[in-house]
């Protein structure tokens, strides 16, 4: 099978598992910070095991240029919009898009909407926050 074609497959399936959480928790309004007094980020963690970890991230301003070197991450914007750095390009991102980030790929985003960026990431295998590098110029 062609690699767009599972990418696209897979990205359907993840849509969904947003979605499933989403209507497990009755609505997405559900999914708030524990507090509003944060200057950029909040990270709430969703869930975790062995295979991959899910976090509700609220984003304020940006999330600086990253890259994981042993996880792939996707993220299904619940809220907000603004501009996602994937690699080499930067495209604008907003309430139900899901982006893939594989491996080692450099990314972050810049909030360009007046409310915070919502998001769910989910990362497989777990996250244990040891394979986070940020790039040293931006």
Known sequence: MESS???LIFSIIIAGLCSVYVAQTN???DLTPDSTDYDNLYIKKLSSDSLSTSFAIWIKLKVKLHKHD???????VLEGSGDFTLG???Q??????LIT???????GVEVTSKVPLKVVSIQSP???GIDRVFKSHN
């Open 126 to 128: 777990e996250f244990k």
């Open 70 to 76: 042993f996880h792939t991450e996707h993220v299904y």
């Open 92 to 97: 604008p991102i907003k309430k139900g898009d």
């Open 101 to 107: 980030i594989p491996k080692n790929t450099w990314h």
């Open 88 to 90: 080499n390009t930067t």
């Open 5 to 7: 074609m599972i990418k």
């Open 27 to 29: 609505d997405v309004e």
